[in-house]
């Protein structure tokens, strides 16, 4: 008697499989959620860019002013390099509204508004500063992450840069805020 092979999915070769797998990954619940958390911080970073000129104009710390104006420039660079992620996952690059965002930087220019000018203004938009770096952070990383589960490589080395970038930039806004901004603050009178 001769036996019948029977073929299954799974022994029809790996090349088909890591296919399989590769195209089942694609268009996955994980990779919904990745391309609207993409999408998400597109527009957040496209709000920034309007938002830190206004932060720029406002602090009267030189240390902050150069934070801020390196931290602008990185973020036109995080943009492109946003937009590289959506080339490479074909999907064409486009915000939708980050009400988180939107509430950040609506509480940035709150704080502007009410803070007297000089250091208590500079400790208040470093606050504030830190706030979004830490939103994004937080985004960052989990998009960094879900880039590595979907097996998107070099997607994920495009986020993993951003994130570091996000990363030294709160140190940053550390820095001015202990070398020398809350204690000129600190120090200065009601």
């Not at 504030?128 to 994004?136: C, D, G, L």
Request: proline fraction near 1%.
């Amino acid at each position: 008697m001769e036996s019948k092979k029977t073929s299954s999915p799974k022994s029809n070769g790996s090349k088909q499989s890591k296919s399989d797998n590769k195209s089942s990954m694609q268009s996955s619940q994980l990779m919904k959620l990745f391309e609207d958390g993409l999408k998400d911080i597109y527009w957040a970073e496209k709000a920034l860019i309007k938002a830190i000129p206004k932060m720029i104009k406002k602090a009267t710390s030189e240390e902050l002013d150069k934070a801020l104006t390196s931290h602008l420039e990185e973020t036109k660079e995080q943009i492109t390099r946003l937009e590289k992620v959506f080339s490479l996952i074909k999907v064409k690059a486009e915000g939708k509204k980050c009400d988180a965002m939107e509430g950040l930087i609506e509480e940035a220019s709150g704080i502007m508004e009410e803070c007297e000018e000089g250091s208590m203004r500079d400790a208040g938009i470093i606050s504030a500063a830190q706030k979004v770096e830490h939103y994004e952070i937080a985004t960052y990383g989990t998009l960094r992450q879900f880039a590595e589960t979907l097996k998107l490589t070099e997607v994920e080395k495009l986020l993993a840069t951003t994130l570091q970038e996000e990363k030294e930039a709160d140190l940053k806004l550390s820095d001015v805020a202990m070398e020398a901004v809350n204690v000129d603050a600190a120090e200065e009178a009601v």
